[in-house]
């Protein structure tokens, strides 16, 4: 480093410690790059910004590096990922892109059917049965997207990944919602698109070839498990087909044998009746944001349960309506297909009901920074002698035990087990959830502590302890995190013998969004509620770039124009060169309408990013039709060190009694494990944990 670097950096530090030392926060400016302002000063953010000069930026970057640097590497385990050869419930690596879901979906139908799905009805059906089997109807808790609390504003879940394995479930309008998103990818733009029907939100599929020629609209309604042949078993009906006969076309017991063993109402026989009206299309009602990724750093495990109570069997933590089943607090689902697949295709009486036929999981995050040799860093985002920033994030959304035994008790205060601190320390705790643009004052630090109120419904949050890495040494930190997670996402063991698989690509998460106050301290040009925002993001730790997930929420119209051209770009050298990453998007219409429209939709994309080395992505959002930007959020994936293993344990019972049993996946040792189950197995839980060294 030069003298000139030096010397700017010692200003620069003393600055830092003496803001700490008074109490004032300390923030990555906007993007989380190596430039601090206190948060004070924070409104003068953008002036700052533009005029800087890019050896400030440097010499700051190199500060930063230095005071979060350690002599040995930086490692952690980026996105671990394991299958089983489980027929139906294999895991996380079978369903976390939507490729891998393509081909999982499609072994998952030619087992039920004996067809390898090749057409486009045939895909749309594999889809449809997939999702019947692993998602199920339930009140989501929401998140705070609008930054009003969690009962004001659209409170859907629209987010395909989060809705499938955070949740997995959601009402009629949430779920279909969301899977437009995966009949984006599966057959191309707008080919999916949420219908209001009576008293229902339903779900039509644009579908080509054979019967549907260049194009018809199909019923495809897993909300309510629903699909309609028409007289000769080889095209699928759409609503507006459906409606004239409706009574005849949804008795279960009309011409059975053109359904191709898909039953009518296949949840209830009485749910065809809401097809009596075709009210309003949604276009682009929902979106895919970034895949789901678990990023563990060195003393963290992640522990899953399959089953509601975490380890002593009666710690109820969850983020949905508590429906308080059979005696069990939560969300719950009597009538569904989840956990009975097999029993779908040929079925001619139904799901059934029975109380707590599938509930919600765990994903339990414990993480015992050690602050002796400098593995802490691997999770910091800011430090200095006088305080500690560590950040979270987590595809799955924080629970609570809620205070009370009402339907919406998750939302009042008194929420316990979400996140809870241990250990002994003297110093202050403050918490960020709107990605460190402003602090919640937690109090003293002490044994027990639950912070739970301050962070669930989220997936994201910074924590600072008001005491240096020194101080904190001897205090036998842990932090608790206790997420619901859907249990269909999670690897299940099967009768007679399990294989596992696994894979770690290395990569995780920092996020700007998805709620609308996280996002905003992102903002580097324009603004939410006009026709064109800027988000920049940069990687924590001067880690390396690999992608960007992009999303916008718009105010389209009613009825959308197919006319406005939206374009989202992207820029790794601060604004001064722009690449596109989704180019003239528009909201297409097509094939029959019904009269009325939903006036919003969504416009998001992807893109790897081969400029690596670079500081940080910006995204812009703009459009030709003046249409206002309500919400945005931006994903940005960087790459992780490879160094550490990763310890998968099994705890299950079968026939033979009680089992635990761990394996060690490394760098050079990523190939399968074979565990000898017998026969009933259940799977109580799996986790994940940094391997010590």
């Not at 590096?65 to 040995?72: C, D, F, G, R």
């Not at 009613?558 to 992207?570: A, K, V």
């Amino acid at each position: 480093m030069s003298k000139s670097h030096t010397s700017g950096g010692r200003k620069l530090r003393g600055r830092l410690d003496k803001a700490a030392t008074a109490g004032k926060s300390i923030i990555p400016l906007g993007t989380r790059q190596a430039m601090w302002i206190d948060s004070n000063t924070m409104k003068e953010r953008n002036e700052v910004h533009r005029h800087v000069g890019r050896k400030l930026s440097f010499l700051c970057c190199n500060l930063f590096l230095l005071l979060v640097s350690t002599p040995l590497a930086m490692a952690a385990i980026g996105d671990p990922q394991i299958r089983t050869d489980h027929p139906w419930y294999p895991g996380e690596l079978a369903c976390s892109t939507f490729g891998r879901l393509r081909d999982t979906q499609a072994e998952q139908y030619q087992r039920a059917t004996g067809i390898e799905p090749k057409s486009d009805q045939e895909m749309a059906l594999a889809a449809w049965f997939w999702r019947n089997t692993h998602y199920a109807h339930g009140e989501e808790g929401a998140e705070d997207l609008w930054g009003t609390g969690f009962t004001k504003g659209d409170l859907r879940t629209r987010e395909y990944w989060t809705g499938l394995f955070a949740h997995g479930f959601g009402l009629c309008g949430t779920t279909h919602s969301q899977w437009t998103a995966e009949m984006e990818f599966l057959f191309g733009h707008g080919r999916g698109r949420g219908v209001g029907v009576d008293g229902h939100n339903s779900f039509e599929v644009f579908l080509t070839g054979g019967g549907y020629g260049t194009g018809k609209w199909a019923l495809m309604d897993h909300d309510i498990s629903t699909v309609i042949f028409n007289a000769d078993g080889d095209r699928l009906l759409s609503i507006p087909e459906v409606k004239p006969d409706v009574k005849r076309l949804t008795d279960r017991k009309f011409s059975p044998e053109k359904q191709n063993g898909w039953l009518v109402c296949g949840l209830h026989p009485d749910d065809g009746g809401v097809y009596r009206q075709y009210t309003t299309a949604e276009y682009l009602a929902g979106y895919a944001g970034a895949p789901p990724m678990v990023h563990l750093r060195r003393g963290e495990t992640l522990r899953r349960y399959l089953q509601p109570g975490l380890e002593d069997g009666k710690t109820f933590v969850f983020w949905g309506r508590n429906y308080n089943t059979a005696g069990v607090p939560g969300p719950e689902r009597s009538h569904t297909w989840v956990n009975q697949p097999e029993a779908m295709h040929g079925s001619h009486d139904g799901a059934g009901y029975k109380p707590g036929q599938v509930r919600y999981a765990n994903a339990v995050y414990t993480y015992r920074p050690d602050f002796k040799n400098g593995d802490y860093r691997e999770g910091i985002i800011d430090e200095s002698g006088a305080q500690v920033t560590f950040e979270f994030y987590t595809p799955y959304i924080i629970g609570a035990t809620p205070s009370n035994n009402q339907p919406w008790g998750i939302y009042d205060s008194g929420g316990r087990n979400g996140l809870v601190l241990r250990g002994k320390a003297d110093c202050a705790v403050s918490l960020s959830v709107d990605q460190g643009r402003t602090w919640q004052d937690c109090g003293t630090f002490k044994d027990g502590l639950d912070l739970t109120d301050f962070v669930k419904g989220r997936r994201q949050y910074f924590i600072r302890f008001g005491a240096g890495a020194k101080a904190l040494a001897g205090s036998g930190l842990t932090m608790t995190t206790v997420c619901q997670a859907n249990a269909a996402m999670l690897p299940r063991l099967k009768d007679d013998g399990t294989r596992v698989m696994f894979a770690a690509s290395q990569r995780a998460i920092v996020s700007a969004g998805p709620n609308r106050e996280q996002a905003k301290t992102h903002i580097v040009a324009g603004a939410f509620e006009t026709p064109t925002v800027t988000l920049e993001v940069a990687p924590p730790r001067g880690e390396t770039i690999a992608a960007i997930h992009s999303v916008a929420h718009l105010a389209s119209g009613n009825p959308p124009s197919t006319n406005t051209r939206y374009q989202i770009e992207f820029s790794t050298d601060h604004g001064q060169n722009w690449k596109p990453m989704v180019q003239d998007w528009t909201i297409p219409r097509r094939g029959e309408e019904p009269g009325d429209f939903w006036s919003q939709s969504f416009c998001y994309g992807s893109t790897e990013i081969a400029e690596s080395a670079a500081p940080s992505v910006q995204v812009r959002f703009k459009n030709n039709g003046g249409k206002k930007y309500l919400r945005a959020e931006a994903h940005l994936v960087y790459r992780t060190a490879a160094t550490d293993a990763t310890q998968v344990t099994f705890d299950w019972i079968d026939g033979n009694g009680t089992h635990r049993e761990s394996h060690l996946f490394t760098e050079k040792n990523n190939g399968t494990w074979d565990l000898k189950t017998g026969r009933r197995v259940q799977t109580r839980w799996v986790e994940f944990a940094v391997a010590p060294r």
